[in-house]
Nanobody, 126 residues
């Protein structure tokens, strides 16, 4: 069974950096996308970053592309979201998700993903 577990969230101050991790187990296929999403109270879940199994396949949302990066370890079983210069508006629950298939890029719509983690809270104070 596919399982995703996020970790690394916490309470931070504006300007801090933070790295979130997504551990993936029970992978079914070798071709996949991993997406990071976030959802703030009262708002829809939004795409933050995505990465494919193939090298050089990362994509970042325009709203955070100058501050966030996504990467994965050599096995592809752990995916990281590195966040710099955090702002109060980055406060949200951050989720990772996965979709299997031979994809050209990581989808940006939550409905396109098949499996989700439970989320990790990131709170940034001003």
């Amino acid at each position: 069974q596919v399982k995703l577990v996020e970790s690394g969230g916490g309470l931070l101050q504006a300007g801090d950096a933070l790295r979130l991790s997504c551990s993936v187990s029970g992978r079914i296929f070798s071709r996949y996308a991993i997406g990071w999403f976030r959802q703030a109270p009262g708002k829809e879940r939004e795409f933050v970053a995505g990465i494919l199994d193939s090298p050089g396949s990362a994509s970042i949302a325009d709203s955070v592309k100058d501050r966030f990066t996504i990467s994965k370890d050599n096995t592809g079983n752990t995916v990281y979201l590195q966040m710099y210069f955090l702002k109060p508006e980055d406060t949200a629950v951050y989720y990772c998700s996965t979709k299997y298939g031979n994809l050209a890029s990581a989808p940006r719509a939550p409905r396109d993903y098949d499996y989700w983690g439970q989320g990790t809270q990131v709170t940034v104070s001003s």
